[in-house]
């Protein structure tokens, strides 16, 4: 069956650090990924989007990578700020424009 | 653009109940989205629509569930009757492929309604 993960376990760094995020999936074949970010109380944002041909992708202090061989995405937030304190999830595309969420990562930055 | 907008944003009701959640999505999308969110199972798509036609409803849970999109202005998502394992946020997302230029198939979310089924 197909499977998006996502770990479930908090992530806790220093202010300043890089923090990494990873998605993983399995039975999809995505033309494309995506993160969006939720805050306590509110809908998801989306952040960014990349494509099955891409393997990187950056904007301002995030960066996305995908590896279709692994089946796998890493995200991450360079200069890490207590701003970016959220619950980040990845989300792909099922077919016909159907998208698909993992359960997300929360992400805690400590000044 | 007031973004996409839920009704009600909270709702207390009693197991066997009708419980009736409301989205206007943006104007102009032609894709809506029902969500279903909890702690243990993450968000869960339950039905989509293009053009206001239901296009997969295969997450919706059971019989109990029914949604509708009358128009492009408005989508309702009912259950009947209601549970306790019915108690999550419920969330309404929108998207247009038309317009998306960029084409990021970028979903925009309502901030959802809470229901609580006692």
């Known amino acids: 069956s197909q499977k998006i993960e996502q770990n479930s376990e908090a992530l806790n760094i220093q202010e300043g650090k890089t923090a990494t995020l990873t998605c993983n999936y399995t039975?999809?074949?995505?033309?494309?990924l995506q993160w969006y970010r939720q805050d306590p109380g509110r809908g998801p944002v989306f952040l960014l989007l990349?494509?099955?041909?891409?393997k990187e992708k950056r904007k301002e202090r995030l960066k996305v990578t995908f590896d279709t061989t692994l089946k796998q995405s890493l995200f991450h937030i360079t200069a890490s700020q207590p701003a970016d304190s959220a619950t980040y999830l990845c989300?792909?595309?099922?077919?016909?424009?159907?998208?698909?969420f993992g359960a997300g990562t929360r992400l805690f930055v400590k000044a | 653009d007031a973004g996409v907008i839920q009704s009600p944003r909270h709702e207390v009701t009693e197991m066997g109940q009708e419980v009736t959640l409301r989205c206007k999505p943006i104007?102009?999308?032609?894709?809506l989205f029902w969500y279903r969110q909890t702690m243990m199972r993450g968000l869960e798509l339950l039905i989509y629509?293009?053009?206001?036609?239901?296009?997969?409803d295969s997450g919706m849970p059971e019989d109990r569930f029914s949604a509708k999109m009358p128009n492009a202005s408005f989508s309702t998502l009912k259950i009947q009757p209601s549970e306790p394992r019915d108690s999550a946020v419920y969330f309404c997302?929108?998207?247009?492929?038309?317009?998306?230029?960029?084409?990021?198939?970028?979903?925009?979310f309502g901030e959802g309604s809470r229901l609580t089924v006692l």
């Open positions: 039975n999809y074949s995505p033309a494309y």
């Open positions: 989300a792909l595309e099922g077919g016909g424009f159907k998208t698909i």
């Open positions: 629509f293009n053009n206001n036609v239901p296009i997969d």
């Open positions: 990349i494509r099955e041909n891409e």
């Open positions: 997302a929108s998207t247009s492929r038309a317009k998306n230029v960029a084409n990021t198939g970028e979903l925009f």
């Open positions: 104007s102009g999308h032609d894709y």
